[in-house]
């Protein structure tokens, strides 16, 4: 799968071998258990986050993943979306610390 991150209007497409998707689901996982938890969003505490809200939050982690280079980081974030939102093809990040601004576009 290809999961596309567009940062101030440059694409960067970031390839999630499908395996990827089944083996890393104990991580997925744990991330979503800490979401259970609530999450600060922005300014805003969200005590459940929805799917939509998680995605942009780990968008937000690709973002950084990219800025420092962490290729490996980048990637699992991106599978954690194509795991559980595989009709998200492409995600355009606010750059402005506004989590709840970043696009989630689905395809075909």
Known sequence: MILTI?????SIPIKVPEPLLTSADEFFQKIDRDMDKGWQISRDWIDNPTLEQRCKVVADKILGAIETENEKLATMMAAYICSRAPNIKTVIVDTQGE??????????
């Open 6 to 10: 567009v940062i101030d209007e440059k």
């Open 99 to 108: 989590i709840l601004e970043t696009e989630l576009l689905t395809g075909s």
